[in-house]
Structure formats: C-alpha cells, structure tokens
C-alpha cells in the first residue's frame, strides 16, 4: 500500500509539472504572432497573458486527469528520468542570460524596457531554441519516468503546439532582427542540433 500511494504521489507530480511544461508553446503562440498587439496596449499586459497561461493549465489538468494514473510502462523508467532531468538542468544553468523576463516574453512585449539583443554565441550557436530544448528534455523525463497517459497525451499536444511555435517565433523574429535573423536560421537549426536545417523543413 505504501509502495502505491508513493507511486500515485509521483505520478500526481509529474502530472502537474507536465501540465505546465506542455502548455508553454501555447502560451508563447498568443506572445509571438501578436507581439505588435501587446505592444500597443496601455496599462499591465502580463497579468492579462498570465491569466490565459492559467486558464490553458485548468483547461490541461480537466482534459488528462482521469488519465493521470493510466500507466503504460514500468516503474522502472525513472531511471530515464533521471539522466533527462539532468540534461535539462544542466541546459538551463548554461542559459545564464535568459532572465524571468525573457522566459515570460516581456522583451517581446515591452520592447522599450528591455534590451533587443540576438544572441548568437555559445549554446545559440548550436540551436536557435535552446531554451525550448530544455524545456522539451524536462517535458520528456518528467513522461518517460511517469509513463502515464495523461503525460504521453501532454507531450504529444507540447510536441505540435511546439512546432507553430518555432514558425511564430522565427517569424517575429526575422521582422525584428531581420537580415541578421535569417543568415543565423540559414546557418543554425531551430532545436534538434544534429538537425541542420531546422524548422526550415517543416516548411517544405
């Protein structure tokens, strides 16, 4: 009994952190394709984007909740989970410069209040996202070592969501930082750093 409700605890966790890991991608959607909006606006926009991120958290955790104990392999997958936690983790500490700001859009948001800058250099310099790679490594630990439907569910949504993202993304980007934004997509893949075109092929 002790065993199961440690299990169910464990699976409850990753449930919840996966919710909000497999939401990020939408939340970014409703930043990137419409920065020029939240840009005009008057008054606090990220209190406004904060309620839509909290609404898709509510909107995830009814649509997998009945499946959040539905295992579809051993326990013995943590041990997965282990080395891509770390991976992760390792990634993110690497990310130094990527402030709360950053991570909540208010550079895209607030263009006047933080610096526009495209970094390009160290872990940019393998992959335009990295950020999106860590955050993909967690999402995919936290499912292997759950092995959960609900998870499976949440990484498949992360996954597609995840690549309109990059579109969005690059497209805002490029009417940023134009010219120099697409010699570095030319040269850089967007996430998979063994993918040397990118989100390029997701166009053809």
Known sequence: MIS????RTAENVAWIIAII???IPTYWMAVHPFARFWQS????????LGLIWLALWILAGFATAPYRHDRLWPAWSWIAWVILFLLGARLYRQLGHFDRAKLLG?????????EQKLVTTGLHGLV????????????TGWTIGAGTVALVALWCFAVVTGVFLILFEDRELEERFGEEYRAYKQRVPAVLPFHRRGAETLRT
């Not at 208010?106 to 006047?112: G, I, M, N, S």
């Not at 335009?128 to 999402?139: D, S």
């Open 128 to 139: 335009r996202h990295p950020i999106y790679l860590g955050h993909w490594l967690m999402l």
């Open 106 to 114: 208010q550079a895209e948001v607030r263009p006047d209040e933080h």
């Open 4 to 7: 199961i409700s440690i299990s």
């Open 41 to 48: 606006r008057r008054g606090k926009v990220m209190p406004f």
């Open 21 to 23: 890991y497999a939401t």
